[in-house]
């Protein structure tokens, strides 16, 4: 049941988050931070350490590929679907290493996923910066 809800969320997610980030902006912040909460209340329930991990990754997986299909519109605006595989090589490990790092030192303790939190934000953010 947990693996469904996870999978679920990582597909709509970005579909809710993205009219959030367009108005607010900080999507480096924002992301992070809703990643945080399903690792908190979803993967850090889930009962073995290994599914844990493979929680994240599958979660940082599917809600990059997510969050490219929901910016398609963007991409055939600027004429080039190679930008969808150019940013689906690069967003998805973004996302999959960012989940990763939040939820490690939340393993050792829940209260150090704001560890994890701060550092996830500061990658994501260098990321944005060289792109």
Not at 20 to 36: D, T
Not at 64 to 80: H, R
Not at 98 to 123: D, E, H, M, R, W
Request: charged share 10%; glycine share 4%.
């Amino acid at each position: 049941m947990r693996a469904i809800i996870l999978i679920v969320l990582a597909l709509i997610l970005p579909l809710f988050l993205m009219p959030i980030v367009k108005i607010i902006g900080y999507s480096e912040i924002i992301e992070e931070i809703v990643k945080a909460l399903v690792i908190f209340f979803v993967i850090l329930n889930i009962p073995t350490l290994k599914n844990k991990i493979i929680g994240a990754v599958v979660f940082g997986f599917i809600f990059s590929l997510s969050e490219s299909i929901f910016y398609l519109n963007n991409i055939f605006q600027l004429g080039s679907f190679d930008i969808f595989w150019q940013r689906i090589a690069l967003t998805t490990p973004l996302h999959i290493i960012t989940a990763l790092v939040i939820l490690l030192p939340a393993l050792k303790n829940k209260f150090f996923i704001f560890i994890g939190l701060f550092a996830a934000i500061i990658i994501h953010l260098l990321y944005n910066s060289l792109i």
